[in-house]
């Protein structure tokens, strides 16, 4: 059993940045597919990005490119979401999920057996 812990959300301007932090109760390296999600109220959890291996894939929901960063930190048995330029649609509670392996569909919740408790992550305009 994997459990997963976020932090690093908050209450953010527009066009500001946050890093979220998702640290795995065991060793990072017994997950070979890491994710954040994220779930507006009153709408489905969607992808935003996923990392594979030890790095070496990323990628990412169509509305983050060019501003979200997915990355692992393995000696630091940490995942991280830096988010730059954010904006008021990004508002939502952002979820850490993994899995021991990765078989496909990265951006399918149903790859993910393990979740966090998730985060608040708020912007105002």
């Known amino acids: 059993q994997v459990q997963l812990v976020e932090s690093g959300g908050g209450l953010v301007q527009a066009g500001g940045s946050l890093r979220l932090s998702c640290v795995p109760s065991?060793?990072?390296?017994?997950?070979?597919?890491m994710g954040w999600f994220r779930q507006a109220p009153g709408k489905e959890r969607e992808f935003v990005a996923a990392?594979?291996?030890?790095?070496?894939?990323?990628y990412y929901t169509d509305s983050v490119k060019g501003r979200f960063t997915i990355s692992r930190d393995n000696a630091r048995n940490t995942m991280y979401l830096h988010m730059n330029s954010l904006k008021p649609e990004d508002t939502a509670v952002y979820y850490c999920?993994?899995?021991?392996?990765?078989?496909?569909?990265?951006?399918?919740?149903?790859?993910?057996?393990?979740w966090g408790q998730g985060t608040q992550v708020t912007v105002s305009s």
């Open positions: 990392i594979t291996g030890i790095g070496t894939n990323t």
């Open positions: 065991g060793s990072i390296f017994s997950t070979n597919l």
């Open positions: 999920a993994a899995d021991r392996y990765y078989v496909g569909g990265f951006a399918s919740v149903r790859a993910y057996r393990y």
